[in-house]
């Protein structure tokens, strides 16, 4: 509002006052209008006046949604979507309001389970993720919202979250559907455990009792440490991928040596290369045998390892199948894959863990 007054000779005319509106229409946009669940959205505001001359209103006016779950708006003309619907967004300015903007959330248009395909023995278990999208966007976990299915629950069967349970062996598919979506297939097959060797498992023979795969620790002592290397005293350099790694055995006779001449140890590199290392020496009952390092192209974390007395496998450790369960490296208490109780090798998945790397010594 204005004041105006006029004078003339000293006399001092009526006062009169006019008001002066700094704007005069309120004109809202939107960068879309269509949306799915999370996306953001970004609204401005511009003012006008009859000089037509456009004013930035945005941080200045205030704005309606007339639906709050499907479409919150912030002061700033920041928006995230919501749950699928439709909102009516308007902005006000004192007294003036502005156009009305329709802006639709939607639902998700595609339901999606992971992995695609896993394998685990009898009493195994595994847990498959259900994952929505949009536009094949903005992906939400719904793994413990959704409904899980085993097309044969005399094989696997599967409940909450996606946990999955070997019952026999055989082939089975896991499913999960979510409001009104259903997911792909996920292949799932269920093996027999290997039949113990008589001669080395069991507690009758060498065994792979600790591992690490994903070292983030210098094993190889290249800098500092005691000048061991593979033993409880890393180095302080940098962890190498590759140099670092180790495979713990162990000796689980009561009595007697074991000539290591008869076994070797089988992996693949980093290359894919499938690597034969021949051990050799002895090794006396109750016993540790670190190897380290694997070579210069180390060994994938993801390889299958496999310990074999005269051609024949005494031992085998999936490390694939060990991440599905047990998840990869996050810090050194849980570094290593370790065989709990130290040496017993009842079922060779459900025998490890994640835990603290002790090479050489008895796991815990």
């Not at 000293?10 to 799915?36: P, Y």
């Not at 799932?188 to 008589?198: F, G, K, Q």
């Not at 002592?221 to 495979?247: M, T």
């Amino acid at each position: 509002m204005a004041t105006i007054r006029a004078v003339l000779q000293n006399v001092e005319d009526a006062t009169a006052e006019m008001g002066i509106k700094e704007v005069d229409a309120i004109t809202i946009r939107s960068d879309r209008d269509v949306a799915c669940s999370s996306d953001r959205i970004v609204f401005n505001a511009d003012g006008s006046c009859e000089q037509q001359t456009t004013v930035d209103m945005t941080d200045r006016v205030t704005w309606i949604s007339d639906d709050t779950v499907v479409l919150p708006v912030f002061g700033n003309g920041n928006s995230i979507a919501g749950v699928p619907g439709l909102a009516r967004v308007t902005a006000t300015y004192e007294d003036l309001t502005s156009n009305e903007i329709p802006i639709t959330v939607l639902p998700a248009d595609l339901l999606t389970i992971s992995p695609s395909q896993a394998t685990i023995e009898e009493e195994g278990t595994i847990r498959f993720e259900a994952v929505t999208t949009c536009r094949s966007r903005n992906p939400n976990d719904v793994s413990t919202l959704a409904n899980w299915s085993s097309s044969d629950p005399g094989v696997a069967t599967v409940g909450f979250a996606g946990n999955a349970t070997g019952v026999t062996a055989g082939t089975t598919d896991i499913q999960a559907t979510y409001e009104g979506l259903t997911s792909n297939q996920a292949l799932l097959t269920v093996v027999a455990p290997d039949p113990p060797n008589p001669l080395f498992s069991g507690g009758g023979g060498v065994v792979i009792n600790e591992i690490v795969e994903q070292p983030i620790r210098d094993w190889d002592d290249s800098v500092g440490g005691d000048g061991v290397e593979f033993n409880a005293d890393p180095g302080s350099a940098a962890a190498d991928p590759r140099a670092d790694q180790w495979i713990e055995l162990y000796n689980t006779l009561g009595a007697g040596t074991a000539f290591l001449g008869d076994w070797t140890l089988e992996y693949t590199d980093t290359n894919g290369a499938k690597v034969v290392k021949q051990l050799q020496g002895f090794l006396t009952a109750g016993e540790f045998l670190v190897i380290g390092p694997l070579g210069p192209d180390g060994m994938d974390r993801e390889s299958p390892i496999v310990l074999k007395l005269l051609g024949v496998t005494a031992d085998v450790v999936d490390l694939s199948t060990m991440h599905q369960r047990w998840g990869y490296v996050s810090s050194p208490i849980d570094e290593a894959l370790v065989r709990t109780p130290n040496g017993v090798d009842t079922n060779r998945t459900a025998d490890f863990r994640r835990g603290r790397p002790t090479p050489g010594e008895p796991n815990p």
